[in-house]
């Protein structure tokens, strides 16, 4: 693994914005603490020191993946097969990028791209991701420490999920992904608000469609079929 650790940054992800044209493809960078760890619409990452894994990984080569939209998706999928792995029971993947057990937050992905002409500058995949952190004030979230409850590797679970994101992007098996979304997925028949292209609807969500859209019912009975930059979840 080519890593590069900070006790401290700002962020992951606008470390790797600043730095990117000397860096090489797939390098990890990882920190114990961000200043201002964010989500996506600079929503705050919390996490406490030295409790949980930070990271961003650089892409600058896309090989066998086939569209930049699918990489928040292969990202999730990657950080529920390193749960499942742990034996955490539960996991459920909230498209496009939050994963959740037994309804709360374990782990956010955040997913920043810049492309110009025939040429990709960066692909990040920032992933907060919570392991012995035990309280969450004000947040429904929860931690692998939580829930195996024992203190666990930070270092075991960063090589975990780093081997099955580097797997994932090489060799994507779309089928098997969208096994693992359809049966494992957070929405499936719930009604939620949602901001679709700023407008904000109710919606059902009904399906994972094979091109990794989502399917969803708005308020009026129309069927739609929605790509992840369109739509965020209140
Ligand atoms: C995300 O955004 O969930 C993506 C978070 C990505 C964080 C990583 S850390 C390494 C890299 N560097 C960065 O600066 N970012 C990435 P979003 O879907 O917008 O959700 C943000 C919301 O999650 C917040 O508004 C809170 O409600 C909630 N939240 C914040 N911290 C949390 C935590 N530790 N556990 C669970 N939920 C949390």
Same mark, same amino acid.
């Given at each position: 693994? #080519?890593?590069?650790?900070?006790?401290?940054?700002?962020?992951?992800?606008?470390?790797?914005?600043?730095?990117?044209? /000397?860096?090489? #493809?797939?390098? %990890?960078?990882?920190? !114990?603490?961000?200043?201002?760890?964010?989500?996506? %619409?600079?929503?705050?990452? @919390?996490? +406490?020191?030295?409790?949980?894994?930070?990271?961003?990984? /650089?892409?600058?080569?896309?090989?066998?993946?086939?569209s930049i939209t699918d990489y928040? /998706?292969?990202?999730?999928?990657?950080?529920? @097969?390193?749960?499942?792995?742990?034996?955490?029971?539960?996991? !459920?993947?909230?498209?496009?990028?939050?994963?959740?057990?037994?309804? +709360?937050?374990?782990?956010?992905?955040?997913?920043?791209?810049?492309?110009?002409?025939? #040429?990709?500058?960066?692909?990040?995949?920032?992933?907060g991701l919570n392991i012995n952190?035990?309280?969450? =004030?004000?947040?429904?979230?929860?931690?692998?420490?939580?829930?195996?409850? !024992?203190?666990?590797?930070?270092?075991? &679970?960063?090589?975990?999920?780093?081997?099955?994101?580097?797997?994932?992007?090489?060799?994507?098996?779309?089928?098997?992904?969208?096994n693992i979304f359809r049966n494992?997925?957070?929405? &499936?028949?719930?009604?939620?608000?949602?901001?679709? =292209?700023?407008?904000?609807? +109710?919606?059902?969500?009904?399906?994972?469609?094979?091109?990794?859209?989502?399917?969803?019912?708005?308020? %009026?009975?129309?069927?739609?079929?929605?790509?992840?930059?369109?739509?965020?979840?209140?």
């Amino acid at each position: 693994m #080519n890593e590069i650790k900070f006790i401290k940054i700002d962020s992951t992800n606008e470390y790797i914005k600043r730095q990117y044209k /000397l860096l090489d #493809n797939y390098t %990890f960078v990882s920190a !114990k603490s961000q200043s201002n760890g964010h989500g996506r %619409f600079n929503r705050k990452w @919390q996490s +406490k020191p030295n409790k949980n894994l930070l990271f961003s990984l /650089l892409i600058k080569d896309i090989k066998n993946v086939k569209s930049i939209t699918d990489y928040p /998706l292969i990202a999730g999928i990657s950080v529920y @097969q390193a749960l499942v792995s742990l034996n955490i029971k539960d996991v !459920k993947i909230k498209w496009p990028n939050d994963i959740y057990v037994s309804g +709360k937050k374990i782990a956010g992905i955040l997913v920043e791209s810049s492309v110009s002409e025939n #040429n990709i500058n960066y692909i990040i995949i920032g992933i907060g991701l919570n392991i012995n952190e035990r309280k969450f =004030r004000g947040l429904n979230a929860t931690s692998i420490r939580n829930e195996l409850d !024992k203190k666990v590797s930070i270092k075991k &679970i960063k090589e975990i999920l780093y081997n099955k994101l580097l797997y994932n992007i090489e060799n994507p098996n779309y089928n098997e992904f969208l096994n693992i979304f359809r049966n494992n997925n957070y929405l &499936i028949n719930k009604t939620c608000y949602a901001t679709i =292209r700023n407008a904000k609807t +109710k919606i059902k969500v009904l399906d994972i469609l094979d091109d990794f859209k989502l399917k969803v019912e708005n308020e %009026f009975g129309e069927i739609e079929s929605i790509i992840s930059d369109e739509i965020t979840f209140s």
